[in-house]
Nanobody
Framework: QVQLVESGGGSVQAGGSLRLSCAAS??????MGWFRQAPGKGREGVAV????????SYADPVKDRFTISQDNAKNTLYLQMNSLKPEDTAMYYC????????????????????WGQGTQVTVSA
């Protein structure tokens, strides 16, 4: 089992920044990622990191604005969010995969076994 605890959400104005953190009870050797879900919408993948190699991937809406990173010594995943827009408003979730299921579809939430409770990000215009 892996427990994930997110923190760092809050309310900011458009153009501002936030950094989300996800503390993991242990790291998996596959994918870890950030997903978000806005009211009335499905859960969408935002950014993924392959924890063994450090390779990262970003969804188009957040490219060049968000950065996913990890601190292996602290078993912590981060999401630095810059130039925030009102459309970034959502509940943000940290997720971890326990196997290589995520490799072919890293933004498919069904390929992740473990989820945090979420942290709310609200961006006002």
């Amino acid at each position: 089992q892996v427990q994930l605890v997110e923190s760092g959400g809050g309310s900011v104005q458009a153009g501002g920044s936030l950094r989300l953190s996800c503390a993991a009870s242990r790291y998996t050797s596959y994918c870890m990622g950030w997903f978000r879900q806005a009211p009335g919408k499905g859960r969408e993948g935002v950014a993924v990191i392959w924890t063994g190699s450090g390779i990262t991937s970003y969804a188009d809406p957040v490219k060049d604005r968000f950065t996913i990173s990890q601190d292996n010594a602290k078993n912590t995943l981060y999401l630095q969010m810059n130039s925030l827009k009102p459309e970034d408003t959502a509940m943000y979730y940290c997720a971890a995969a326990s196997g290589p299921y995520c490799n072919l579809a890293p933004y498919d939430s069904r390929r992740y076994n473990y989820w945090g409770q979420g942290t709310q990000v609200t961006v006002s215009a």
